[in-house]
């Protein structure tokens, strides 16, 4: 059965402090890893996708990147208005299951 | 601006009411989604509509049933509900079924009393 954890559940920071969210999946033939950001209250924003280990995306101040086992999200010097939860997502090879991870809810203090 | 428009925002219903959630997009997508999410939960897949075909999560109760009438509208009818399905309840879309690049709505937000 296709998994995925996130690291840390959430996440405090001081504006200006980088770090690294975690998602670890299990999934029998990734065919993608998707991350998402979502504001309370609202849809979740589509940020990534990532197909292959080795793989690195950037829109910002964040940089996605993927192993065989896990993705990264770093975020450099954030800034308040990037707190939000952070969701990964996976699909199988088979693209019929889509599932998503229970998110890190970041907090970026001024 | 999302180009996954959601009506209402915002509903309140009775455990006898009938009432529908309305899903609308623009960009030509060929599947649409609606997920369920609970505070601090990810979202759950409900129903998947593609190519005219629908595809149930087996475990959403029939309580809840979709419609789309054509292929940029979704809609969700509930009857009958019951307290704990008061959610956040978010339409998607996307190019394909087999992609997990989704662009969702804002929700609405479902109480049922």
């Known amino acids: 059965e296709d998994q995925v954890t996130q690291s840390p559940e959430a996440l405090r920071l001081q504006e200006g402090e980088s770090s690294s969210l975690n998602c670890s999946y299990t999934?029998?033939?990734?065919?993608?890893l998707f991350w998402y950001r979502q504001d309370p209250g609202k849809g979740p924003e589509f940020l990534f996708t990532?197909?292959?280990a080795g793989e690195e995306k950037e829109k910002e101040r964040l940089k996605a990147t993927l192993t065989k086992k896990e993705s990264f999200l770093h975020i450099t010097a954030p800034k308040p208005e990037d707190s939000a939860t952070y969701l990964c997502?996976?699909?199988?090879?088979?693209?019929?299951?889509?599932?998503f991870g229970p998110g890190t809810r970041l907090s970026v203090l001024p | 601006d999302t180009e996954v428009t959601q009506t209402p925002k915002h509903l309140v219903m009775g455990m006898t009411n009938k009432k529908s959630l309305k899903c609308e997009q623009h960009?030509?997508?060929?599947?649409m989604y609606w997920y369920k999410q609970k505070a601090k939960k990810p979202p759950e897949l409900m129903f998947v509509?593609?190519?005219?075909?629908?595809?149930i999560n087996e475990s959403v109760p029939s309580r809840f049933s979709p419609e789309c009438p054509n292929s940029s509208l979704l809609n969700l009818h509930l009857h009958a509900l019951q307290p704990e399905d008061s959610a956040l309840y978010l339409c998607?879309?996307?190019?394909?079924?087999?992609?997990?690049?989704?662009?969702f709505g804002e929700g609405s937000r479902l109480t049922v009393l």
């Open positions: 509509y593609s190519y005219e075909k629908l595809s």
């Open positions: 997502a996976v699909t199988d090879n088979y693209g019929q299951n889509f599932v």
């Open positions: 999934v029998s033939g990734l065919r993608g």
């Open positions: 990532l197909y292959s």
């Open positions: 998607a879309s996307s190019q394909i079924t087999d992609t997990g690049e989704l662009f």
């Open positions: 960009m030509g997508h060929r599947a």
